[in-house]
T-cell receptor, first 115, second 115 residues
Framework: NAGVTQTPKFQVLKTGQSMTLQCAQDMNHNSMYWYRQDPGMGLRLIYY???????DKGEVPNGYNVSRLNKREFSLRLESAAPSQTSVYFC??????????????FGPGTRLTVT | AQKITQTQPGMFVQEKEAVTLDCTYDTSDPSYGLFWYKQPSSGEMIFLIYQGSYDQQNATEGRYSLNFQKARKSANLVISASQLGDSAMYFC????????????FGPGTRLSVLP
């Protein structure tokens, strides 16, 4: 069981470039999430997918798009990267969004720098 | 709106002693869950413990216990017999069952265990 995997681990982009962060989970979880973590702050939700076929905005969705490709995979796309998007990005999944089964399992993170 | 407050940016504890990390929350949801995560310097987010708002007893997981005081809206994490490997950032998070089903994270507390 690999849990939640993310690629790449590190990325440097120039302003205006685009890229897609990939996330996959092998726990048969229904819900998946993308967060960003900035220094001195907790995690902030960018987008989530409560179940396969649905996606919704979180707290900080501007500048991002997502695709829930299938039950396993949930990707995050930056169409035109900006320095303000320099951050560590975490993907997470959970069995459901209720109670103890709502606990989230996190991937190792992607450290993104936009110059 | 839901909010998590962690008022201790940094804490020190002597090895083998117990330590309490504070967490207070605000929500209008009648049912909710509280979670604690550990983030070591390697960066991954590790789930520690869960407390449901209607659970009769305080949650325990090995050396971790949650001091849940519903009327005071506090969910403090207690780590007993601290170990050097406990040095990390600790995040408190909550999720409502009805009004706000997404995780809201606090800013975190950095715990340093001294030998």
């Amino acid at each position: 069981n690999a849990g939640v995997t993310q690629t790449p681990k590190f990325q440097v982009l120039k302003t205006g470039q685009s890229m897609t962060l990939q996330c996959a989970q092998d726990m048969n979880h229904n819900s998946m999430y993308w967060y960003r973590q900035d220094p001195g702050m907790g995690l902030r939700l960018i987008y989530y997918s409560a179940s396969e076929g649905t996606t919704d905005k979180g707290e900080v969705p501007n500048g991002y798009n997502v695709s829930r490709l299938n039950k396993r995979e949930f990707s995050l796309r930056l169409e035109s990267a900006a320095p303000s998007q320099t951050s560590v990005y975490f993907c997470a999944s959970s069995e459901s969004r209720q109670g103890d089964r709502g606990k989230q399992y996190f991937g190792p993170g992607t450290r993104l720098t936009v110059t | 709106a839901q909010k998590i407050t962690q008022t201790q940016p940094g804490m020190f504890v002597q090895e083998k002693e117990a330590v309490t990390l504070d967490c207070t929350y605000d929500t209008s949801d009648p049912s909710y869950g509280l979670f604690w995560y550990k983030q070591p310097s390697s960066g991954e987010m590790i789930f520690l413990i869960y407390q449901g708002s209607y659970d009769q007893q305080n949650a325990t997981e090995g050396r971790y216990s949650l001091n849940f005081q519903k009327a005071r809206k506090s969910a403090n994490l207690v780590i007993s017999a601290s170990q050097l490997g406990d040095s990390a950032m600790y995040f408190c998070a909550m999720r409502g069952q009805f009004f706000g089903q997404n995780f809201v994270f606090g800013p975190g507390t950095r715990l340093s265990v001294l030998p």
